[in-house]
């Protein structure tokens, strides 16, 4: 992985990737609209750098993700992809090299203490589909669509079929990875891709909106509880109960969760200590 400066509060607009925080939150935007915001190796590499740097800072409590122009993600890109077919091994270097860099990408937003919010308006195609489908909460514009067209090319989408099959029934999964057809952002809130739906320009307002609401929340409980979520679905029901008691307990018997019942028995807001 290629070794980036820290990102400033708002960095400059020729960065592939913008941050700008506020509030407890982070909103980290896609900018390479005039690619329609393709994860370039330099922009996944981007993205990679930044969940490290959010994953240590703890005064940021939540995060949203969202695009700068009209598109919010096109998937990998594929004419930088394409260039490296020339290389001696027709390019099967650069191939494992770039998708496995994208795979551990998509991995550090699940994997993130701080919940992540995807704010999507226009298309999300194919990993740009996995992007969505890889964060904690999603929230689209009435106009946004999804597809994972690469069977329209020859090119199954296998690697964004692993966050689709972990959100959608698999009939669902199957549907949008055989057909490559584009999907409504209201048929894609039936699947399960996004949570709710908005009026259109208005997907990144409710995404700081729900922000706002987790960043209020013990960040020590919610970090506890999405790395529970997470490891359990994994698990078969019986494993999956006993690690979700144990985590129960430790959790009681953190000082914020004693404190919130305190707190909330008193008719109180809680204090948080992150502890």
């Not at 894609?188 to 922000?211: D, I, K």
Request: charged share 20%.
């Amino acid at each position: 992985m290629n070794d980036h400066a820290p990102l400033p509060a708002s960095a400059g607009i020729d960065a592939v990737l913008l941050r700008e925080d506020a509030g407890g939150v982070a909103t980290l935007t896609l900018n390479r609209p005039a690619a329609r915001n393709a994860l370039s190796e330099a922009l996944i590499d981007a993205l990679s750098a930044e969940f490290d740097r959010i994953a240590a800072t703890a005064s940021i409590r939540a995060v949203i993700l969202t695009a700068a122009g009209p598109v919010f993600c096109a998937g990998h890109d594929l004419k930088e992809m394409t260039a490296r077919r020339a290389d001696a091994d027709r390019g099967r270097t650069s191939f494992e090299d770039v998708l496995g860099r994208c795979s551990a990408m998509m991995q550090k937003i699940m994997r993130l203490p701080q919940p992540v919010i995807a704010a999507v308006e226009g298309t999300a195609t194919a990993a740009g589909a996995q992007l969505v489908a890889s964060c904690d909460l999603a929230v689209a514009g009435a106009e946004a669509r999804f597809c994972t067209p690469g069977v329209h090319i020859g090119l199954f989408c296998s690697t964004p079929m692993v966050a689709l099959s972990r959100n959608l029934s698999r009939k669902h999964a199957m549907e949008m990875l055989l057909l490559g057809e584009m999907i409504p952002a209201a048929e894609a809130a039936r699947m399960g891709l996004v949570n709710r739906v908005v009026a259109q320009g208005a997907a990144h307002q409710e995404a700081m909106r729900m922000a706002e609401i987790v960043a209020s929340k013990s960040p020590l409980t919610l970090k506890i509880g999405k790395k529970a979520f997470y490891e359990q679905l994994e698990m078969p029901l019986a494993d999956a109960y006993r690690h979700a008691s144990r985590v129960m307990v430790e959790n009681m018997l953190a000082r914020d969760a004693e404190e919130g019942i305190g707190a909330f028995m008193e008719k109180r807001m809680p204090e948080w200590s992150g502890t």
